[in-house]
């Protein structure tokens, strides 16, 4: 079975520029969770969805956030416009609702904004 | 509010020694738990959970976690460690009432002196 997709694994860019990430879940899961990681900061929830409804999206920083799931195997996130402060490790992560809970993760994309 | 506490940042162990790695939450409901593991680069891969029933879990790489709900944790253990269990370890809880959503501690890093 294929695992959760994200691209492109790297993306370096200038501030000011859109970024968009994009990410593959699982065939089958209908849970979607973008997190961000940092040193300073850790693992952090910034967006899920169900059914690719979003649920909960207080973890995204700022408007300059957005995300989308406009159909179960794609989701996207984009930072526009995007700043040093940005840069982070981001993973997607799928689940099944039905399931027990657990989130399987892709590799993850990491952004470096100068 | 729900929390999970990771009381140690960084764990050094020997080559063929024993480990536990602590975890400690915070849920006033009947937790689902799960010990992820992420190594360098890479994102995180789930290691074991726990549901309901026995309270000593196997997971995969000989991994196993024991559920004591009267000390709200979920520690990790394994009986010889290897050079390759160097990562980075993380404990969640699953949130039932949020659908699928996890908390996440914010982390160990095991090294491993051979």
């Known amino acids: 079975d294929a695992g959760v997709i994200q691209s492109p694994r790297h993306e370096v860019t200038e501030m000011g520029q859109e970024v968009t990430l994009r990410c593959k879940p699982i065939s089958g899961h209908n849970s979607l969770f973008w997190y961000r990681q940092t040193m300073m900061r850790g693992l952090e929830l910034l967006i899920y969805?169900?059914?690719?409804?979003?649920?909960?999206d207080s973890g995204m920083p700022e408007d300059r956030f957005s995300a989308k799931m406009p159909n179960a195997s794609f989701s996207t996130l984009k930072i526009q416009p995007s700043e040093p402060r940005d840069s982070a490790v981001y993973f997607c992560?799928?689940?099944?609702?039905?399931?027990?809970?657990?989130?399987?993760f892709g590799p993850g994309t990491r952004l470096t904004v100068t | 509010a729900q929390s999970v506490t990771q009381p140690d940042i960084h764990i050094t162990v020997s080559e063929g020694a024993s480990l536990e790695l602590r975890c400690n939450y915070s849920y006033g409901a009947t937790p689902y738990l799960f010990w992820y593991v992420q190594s360098p680069g890479q994102g995180l891969q789930l290691l074991l959970k726990?549901?309901?029933?026995?309270?000593l879990v196997q997971g995969i790489k000989g991994f196993e976690a024991e559920f004591k709900r009267s000390q709200s944790s979920f520690n990790l253990r394994k009986p010889s460690v290897h050079w390759s269990d160097a990562a980075e370890y993380f404990c969640a809880v699953g949130l039932m009432e949020y659908g699928n959503k996890l908390v996440f501690g914010a982390g160990t890093i095991l090294r491993v002196k051979s």
């Open positions: 726990y549901f309901s029933g026995d309270t």
């Open positions: 992560a799928s689940s099944h609702s039905r399931g027990g809970y657990e989130q399987y």
């Open positions: 969805f169900n059914n690719n409804v979003p649920i909960d």
